[in-house]
């Protein structure tokens, strides 16, 4: 569809009605509608739709794990192995519906996720106003909007009284912007079209007219949408790595299947045999419970999430966070309350002011709440806070007439009962109208021009701390002849028969001089929206941890910097802030070290996370407005605001929080590093095992020895050393030390110095295992007991492993008093293998025989014995670096 205007923002509103061929005062004609209709399409945003059951049940198995472990089975049920391909399938099936529940619950708990437009706008077509469903509405409506009103469509104003919009969804301007009839510059950034109103954006005070210069998808709200859908879902870091991993297994399982078989077949065995233990071989050294126990440490992680007030909508991305390297957060409703309050009160008298601050106001109040605009609300609380009864005053002073706030005026004026006029307004306004001040005793003096200078430096250094600065005054009065009283009448007149008229701007005249002069001023309120409870703590906490905190707004640098010093998010130096326009011109290596990126739009938000990125830094993004929702999905993890974010920032988002507290984030990152240590420390115990038991049976064939393994017997192996301990794995709790260390290099998956650990460790393992195979065949010779043995052995020496695998550098007996889980699968795999060995039926399957006391005490040696080499090994890496350096579990 066609965009006739591109920038309406910067023309006349007569001229927009020239080139849309509308008339103000009548609207569209009948027959024009279904033209526009036709030329720039209906005012329907597509809306986003969470996954559906099938997308998430299909992404369980678009895994390369997952696929090699699909072709083990298949290669098993070839090779008439149905023992191991039903397992390998169970396991698959397990891990598809652990990860499909967890995901799907998510999913329904924001089912609700939905982009939707105001249900109904009121219109002005051939002369007369009609109610309409806002989806009917074509480009050159005209149409009229109220206070609490959801604007329907993007509109050029063409006449406003007081009218002031809530755009923080669509812009993160954290209070509501005052609008107005004059065009703007063409290039001016989106929050600083005044002459504009937006699609998705609340009318907060006063009304207005005006013409829909866009609708749909062409509206700035769907531009974000398009912007939207042409982000991809990209894989999380885990994923990416676990891919990785999976690439390698197939190269392993090839290489293994390939040098098992032809070693055997050169040594003399059978061709069609040693091929079958070749397959049976490669297809145990595939891990197939990492797919599982990774969905089951992230299912565990999600479920402490959740506890911790957050939603986990992808499994893989609550560790995504533990590998966070950068937090760009918007600043409204996530570092910021997104509730204006009155931080300073300047005044000789501040109860005095406050209480012009009450009577000078369109705010309600309706059961002790304060209902209004943002502004006004805030003075009525900072008047409650002091012990101002708003209530009783108002109804002790009642309004006989008023002046509305007017963004040309920039001040609002009521006259009161009591013959007191009330003035609140621009800092600079109400000065020009005053002629006396009150000193520090309460005394009134004349109005000196260095008092007013004094004054104006007092208004520039508030205004320059970020503060939203108002001025009060106030006059003894009598009505001009052109004031109107309350219901549009002067207090004079009796009521029209024909209701009330509109109120017109007449103004409130001072009795004793001319108009515009004579006011008594009281002082200045210096209102922000505050930062909000625990975000300098969570953010000195990310800090310690290593993640950089990054502050994107869309509001003006000055009140951006000014709460990012407060939050100390450049720590003690001064915030290096950037307005969007420098960023084309800016270094990117400077766009990097930037700590506030202010005025910034939807794409600026993109390019930001794009930038970070590619400089190869992992980046969450927290958000809660429209706005965000680009860089939510373009983020390696996006986080949204569950209680104040829109819709279609939860739907973009890969974590929600309940409780929109930066804390919570801080708590997830924790959460993040502890499940990643978890799939490291499994990993870690999966492919030592794997390895030794690889290497136990290639070099028994080499070295001519009997196979030490039949396969069922690798399998019960895998079933057993598996499950447990690595359920107890992903149970371990976080290490105090872990916030206290930088976020781990993405290559630590899969260093090199992590795969020599488990190279060396499952060498050791298979050597431990082979000599008690090779005792056992001295002592008994070939056959099921010195298999038993070998089996046992092997699974004895795994045992022992899984306290190594509980840290690279920290002792294994560290912490042992408070590690139930740990003690629990030991106790678990042993039971088990004692059943293998002394259950017939169990023994008849597996073709193993009953041990003695001797035997018994071999595989009780194979326990201890990994336990200590590694010992050593670990003191001695202990001595060359610090634990809390390293970033290793």
């Known amino acids: 569809m066609q965009r006739l205007l591109t920038a309406p923002h910067a023309l006349a509103a007569e001229e927009v009605s020239r080139v849309l061929a509308v008339d103000l005062k009548s609207g569209l004609r009948e027959k024009q509608i279904d033209e526009q209709r036709h030329r720039f399409g209906a005012n329907v945003v597509v809306r986003q739709r969470r996954r559906p059951a099938a997308k998430i049940l299909a992404s369980q198995f678009a895994s390369i794990i997952v696929l090699l472990l699909a072709v083990a089975a298949a290669i098993a049920f070839f090779t008439r192995d149905r023992a191991e391909g039903f397992a390998i399938l169970v396991v698959l099936l397990i891990n598809a519906a652990v990860g499909f529940i967890t995901e799907f619950q998510a999913e329904r708990a924001l089912d609700k996720l939905r982009l939707q437009t105001q249900a109904v706008a009121h219109v002005i077509r051939d002369g007369v106003h009609r109610e309409i469903d806002a989806s009917e509405l074509v480009v050159g409506d005209v149409i009229s909007v109220s206070a609490g009103a959801q604007i329907p469509a993007d509109t050029r104003l063409a006449e406003s009284v007081g009218l002031q919009v809530e755009e923080a969804a669509l812009t993160g301007e954290s209070v509501p912007v005052e609008k107005s009839t004059a065009p703007v510059d063409a290039q001016a950034p989106l929050a600083e079209r005044s002459s504009m109103a937006y699609l998705g954006t609340i009318a907060t005070a006063g009304r207005a007219t005006g013409i829909v210069t866009s609708v749909g998808d062409q509206t700035e709200l769907g531009a974000i949408g398009k912007l939207l859908a042409g982000v991809a879902d990209e894989p999380t870091p885990l994923e990416r790595r676990l891919a990785a991993l999976g690439r390698r297994l197939v190269y392993l399982v090839l290489a293994v299947a390939a040098i098992v078989t032809l070693s055997g077949w050169w040594r003399g065995d059978p061709l069609w045999e040693m091929v079958e233990i070749g397959i049976s071989l490669a297809v145990a050294a595939v891990p197939e419970g990492l797919p599982a126990v990774t969905t089951l440490i992230l299912a565990v992680g999600v479920l402490r999430m959740a506890r911790r007030h957050a939603i986990v909508r992808r ?149 320059s701390q970020a503060l939203r600065v108002l001025g009060f005054g106030e006059a003894h009065t009598e009505p001009s002849p052109r004031l109107r009283g309350e219901g549009g009448r002067r207090p004079d007149e009796g009521a029209s028969n024909d209701g009330p008229s509109p109120a017109p701007s007449g103004h409130l005249l001072p009795a004793s001089r001319g108009e515009g002069s004579a006011y008594l001023f009281l002082g200045f309120t210096g209102m922000i929206d505050p930062p909000r409870e625990g975000a300098a703590a969570a953010i000195a906490r990310a800090r310690e941890a290593g993640v950089r905190v990054v502050m994107l707004t869309g509001d003006q640098p000055q009140t951006a910097a000014a709460i990012a010093r407060e939050l100390h998010i450049a720590g003690d130096d001064e915030p290096v802030v950037v307005h969007a326009r420098e960023l084309q011109q800016e270094d990117s290596s400077r766009l990097r070290s930037t700590d506030v990126f202010a005025r910034v739009s939807p794409a600026d938000k993109l390019h930001i996370v794009e930038d970070l990125r590619e400089a190869g830094e992992i980046v969450a993004v927290t958000g809660d407005g429209v706005n965000d929702a680009p860089a939510l999905r373009r983020a390696d993890i996006g986080v949204a605001m569950g209680l104040s974010g829109t819709d279609v920032a939860r739907q ?20 993040g590093r502890t499940i990643y240590a978890n799939i490291i420390r499994f990993v870690h115990l999966m492919f030592s095992h794997n390895l030794g038991e690889v290497l136990l049976v290639f070099t028994a064939i080499a070295s001519g020895m009997p196979l030490p393994l039949m396969p069922l017997q690798l399998l019960w192996m895998n079933v057993v050393t598996d499950v447990f301990p690595a359920f107890a794995l992903a149970m371990e709790p976080s290490a105090p030390e872990r916030m206290h260390r930088k976020p781990r290099s993405t290559s630590d998956f899969l260093s090199p110095s992590f795969m020599i650990l488990i190279a060396w460790q499952g060498a050791m393992l298979a050597a431990i295992a082979l000599a008690s195979y090779a005792w056992a065949l001295k002592a008994y010779g070939p056959g099921a007991h010195a298999r038993t043995i070998a089996l046992t052995a092997m699974i004895a020496v795994q045992v022992g492993h899984l306290f190594n695998c509980r840290s690279r550098v920290a002792s294994a007996i560290r912490g042992l008093a408070r590690a139930p889980f740990i003690w629990g699968a030991t106790i678990a795999v042993v039971a088990l293998q004692l059943a293998a060995v002394n259950v017939t039926w169990l023994a008849r399957i597996l073709g193993s025989t009953p041990l003695t006391r001797l035997d018994w005490t071999i595989a009780a040696a194979c326990v201890i014995a990994p336990i200590i080499i590694v010992e050593i090994q670990k003191a001695f890496v202990r001595s060359m670096r610090s634990p809390l350096t390293t970033p290793h579990p």
Do not use: W, Y
């Open 315 to 463: 499994l893989p991305a609550v560790e995504t966070l533990g590998s966070t390297t950068v937090i760009c957060t918007d600043k409204t409703g996530t570092l910021t309350q997104n509730r204006l309050t009155v931080r300073v009160v300047d005044s000789p008298d501040p109860d005095r002011l406050l209480r012009v601050g009450a009577l000078c106001s369109e705010a309600t109040v309706s059961d002790g709440a304060f209902i209004g605009d943002p502004t006004e609300t805030a003075l009525l609380a900072a008047a409650a806070e002091r012990g101002i009864d708003v209530e009783a005053v108002r109804q002790s002073h009642p309004k006989t007439g008023e002046e509305p706030f007017d963004p040309e005026t920039r001040r609002m004026i009521t006259m009161h009962a009591d013959g007191i006029t009330r003035l609140k307004g621009a800092p600079a306004v109400v000065l020009d109208m005053c002629d006396r001040f009150l000193d520090e005793s309460g005394s009134e003096h004349p109005m000196t021009d260095a008092k007013r200078s004094a004054l104006s430096e007092r208004n520039h250094e508030m205004a």
């Open 652 to 671: 973009a988002a890969d974590l929600v929080l309940t409780d929109d507290n930066l804390a919570t984030i801080v708590d997830a990152i924790e959460q």
